[in-house]
């Protein structure tokens, strides 16, 4: 009886203490990840002209653009500061100059 208990206690536990996998806060599950000047909305009328300038229709999509972005590889190291805004982009990037679809991440973890 006792070493049952004690079997069913120490899964119990284990159970408990297993780690899971976090909401992926700061991370860039899809795409990539970006340091932009300024994020906008698609229609702010500035960004509607840089976007027409460059070729870019959106059909009406109000998605957020990234201004002037640079990929960053790896948060943290040396070299990878992001003075401005990172985000997280959906591999719509045209030519650093804007970026379709970024979310702010949160980089201070």
């Known amino acids: 009886m006792f070493a049952k208990l004690a ?7 284990l159970a ?5 996998p976090g909401d992926g806060a700061g991370q860039c599950n899809v795409g990539t990840l970006q340091c932009c000047d300024s994020v906008q909305s698609s229609d702010n ?6 976007l027409g300038l460059l070729g870019v229709a959106l059909d009406g999509l109000t ?5 002037t972005c640079d990929p960053i590889s790896i948060i943290g190291l040396p070299g990878n500061n992001c003075a401005a805004q ?6 719509n ?17």
């Open 63 to 67: 998605i957020p653009v990234g201004l």
């Open 93 to 109: 990037n045209f030519n650093g100059l804007v970026a379709l679809g970024c979310t702010p991440i949160n980089a201070n973890l």
């Open 45 to 50: 009328p500035s960004v509607q002209n840089l």
């Open 16 to 20: 408990v203490a297993t780690p899971v």
């Open 7 to 13: 079997i069913i206690s120490t899964l119990a536990v």
């Open 86 to 91: 990172p985000v997280c982009c959906q591999n």
